[in-house]
């Protein structure tokens, strides 16, 4: 039996569970919070009150923490492409429907959508109605994002799919809980209270897709772990690495937003190193058992990464002074 034909066995395999994961690590429309929760009421009559107050709070925020913020934005706003990519994975089909060839891992892809949807939605609003950054350009850069879609090096495969995710969304929980203490540090409470509740989110889904993995590795423990090789030896690459400002090539933007992400603490090379280390002992790789040559060869490989990574990342220098970008316009600020 060929590897995909394997790996599309698994995947159905595990689609009998998919009502439990729904169950477990989502949560229903009517219960979870809504942007609307945490913004200005603009039915209120005290809406314009409520509004100056949070932009007046929002002038104590510093230059690298708005385009950290911006970038956070529109990396959370780039969401079509994240749901076409995983509709177009091994074992996954677009309908729930089996009378029409579906399965319920369209479920699972549909809902965890609906609650990524609402980050970008409360960001963006955020934004907005703060005053400090510029709207347009930030339209612009989203609609640029997701033109130019992305390539995070998984293909169609479900289990490097599912690495991808288990990592990203563990480094998208850092990030945003730590943009939620910088936030309170400054003042903004409100601000912080957002950024804490998208955090939440992003541990649930992250808590979901690692878990995805550890049953593959019950089922099928090598090629899940060269699988798992195979993702951290080109590296995980960032949902928005193809970001770009108005007038400027594909990937013009990211590492000076980057960099300020690295210059304020948000998100570092040393948290990409902790992020491995945690999936590893997650998954317990050092006890995975029933292993081919080259998989275990894989896991050796895996076991002193991160202190290999460890060492590159002391060695990394960010550039003192911040990129200026067309985002967030320094004389607002």
Same mark, same amino acid.
């Given at each position: 039996?060929? +590897?995909?034909?394997?790996?599309?066995?698994? $995947?159905?395999?595990?689609?009998?569970?998919?009502?439990? &994961? #729904?169950?477990? /690590?989502?949560?229903?429309?009517?219960?979870?919070?809504?942007?609307?929760?945490?913004?200005?009421?603009?039915?209120? @009559?005290? /809406? &314009?009150?409520?509004?100056?107050?949070?932009?007046?709070?929002?002038?104590?925020?510093?230059?690298? =923490?708005?385009?950290?913020?911006?970038?956070?934005?529109?990396?959370?706003?780039?969401?079509?492409?994240?749901?076409?990519?995983?509709?177009? #994975?091994?074992?996954?089909?677009?309908?729930?429907?089996?009378?029409?060839?579906?399965?319920?891992?369209?479920?699972? #892809?549909?809902?965890?959508?609906?609650? @990524?949807?609402?980050?970008?939605?409360?960001?963006?609003?955020?934004?907005?109605?703060?005053?400090? #950054?510029?709207?347009?350009?930030?339209? $612009?850069?989203?609609?640029?994002? +997701?033109?130019?879609?992305?390539?995070?090096?998984?293909?169609?495969?479900?289990?490097?799919?599912?690495?991808?995710?288990?990592?990203?969304?563990?480094?998208?929980?850092?990030?945003?809980?730590?943009?939620?203490?910088?936030?309170?540090? &400054?003042?903004?409470?409100?601000?912080?209270?957002?950024?804490?509740?998208?955090?939440?989110?992003?541990?649930?889904?992250?808590?979901?897709?690692?878990?995805?993995?550890?049953?593959?590795?019950?089922?099928?423990?090598?090629?899940?772990?060269?699988? /798992?090789?195979?993702?951290?030896?080109?590296?995980?690459?960032?949902?928005?690495? /193809?970001?770009?400002?108005?007038?400027?090539?594909?990937?013009?933007? =990211?590492?000076?937003?980057?960099?300020?992400?690295?210059?304020?603490?948000?998100?570092?090379?040393?948290?990409?190193?902790?992020?491995?280390?945690?999936?590893?002992?997650?998954?317990?790789?050092?006890?995975?058992?029933?292993?081919?040559?080259?998989?275990?060869?894989?896991?050796?490989?895996?076991?002193?990464?991160?202190?290999?990574?460890?060492?590159?990342?002391?060695?990394?220098? +960010?550039?003192? @002074?911040?990129? +200026? =970008?067309?985002?967030?316009?320094?004389?607002?600020?």
């Amino acid at each position: 039996m060929s +590897i995909k034909n394997i790996r599309l066995e698994v $995947m159905q395999f595990l689609e009998k569970n998919v009502d439990s &994961f #729904v169950e477990q /690590f989502l949560i229903p429309v009517e219960k979870i919070w809504q942007p609307s929760d945490f913004l200005p009421d603009s039915q209120s @009559e005290n /809406f &314009f009150e409520d509004v100056k107050e949070l932009r007046e709070i929002a002038k104590e925020l510093p230059y690298d =923490f708005w385009v950290t913020l911006v970038g956070d934005t529109i990396t959370e706003e780039a969401l079509p492409t994240y749901e076409s990519w995983l509709m177009d #994975v091994e074992g996954i089909n677009q309908t729930e429907d089996p009378a029409n060839g579906g399965n319920g891992w369209a479920k699972w #892809v549909k809902q965890w959508t609906g609650e @990524e949807n609402r980050h970008g939605d409360l960001l963006n609003k955020y934004l907005y109605l703060s005053g400090r #950054v510029n709207m347009r350009e930030i339209e $612009m850069t989203t609609q640029h994002l +997701i033109n130019d879609g992305f390539d995070i090096g998984t293909g169609t495969d479900p289990y490097k799919n599912f690495v991808y995710t288990s990592f990203q969304e563990l480094a998208t929980y850092v990030s945003h809980n730590r943009v939620s203490q910088i936030a309170k540090k &400054f003042g903004d409470k409100k601000l912080s209270k957002m950024c804490k509740m998208i955090a939440g989110d992003e541990m649930r889904h992250h808590h979901a897709y690692s878990e995805f993995v550890t049953r593959i590795f019950q089922v099928d423990p090598s090629e899940m772990m060269l699988a /798992f090789q195979y993702m951290m030896k080109q590296k995980i690459v960032m949902p928005a690495h /193809f970001l770009r400002e108005s007038g400027q090539k594909i990937s013009s933007a =990211f590492e000076q937003f980057s960099d300020s992400a690295q210059r304020i603490g948000v998100y570092t090379s040393n948290d990409y190193v902790d992020i491995l280390q945690k999936l590893i002992e997650k998954w317990e790789i050092d006890k995975v058992t029933n292993l081919t040559d080259e998989a275990e060869k894989a896991r050796d490989y895996l076991m002193k990464l991160p202190a290999r990574m460890a060492r590159i990342s002391e060695r990394i220098v +960010i550039p003192a @002074e911040s990129h +200026i =970008f067309k985002w967030v316009e320094p004389a607002k600020l």
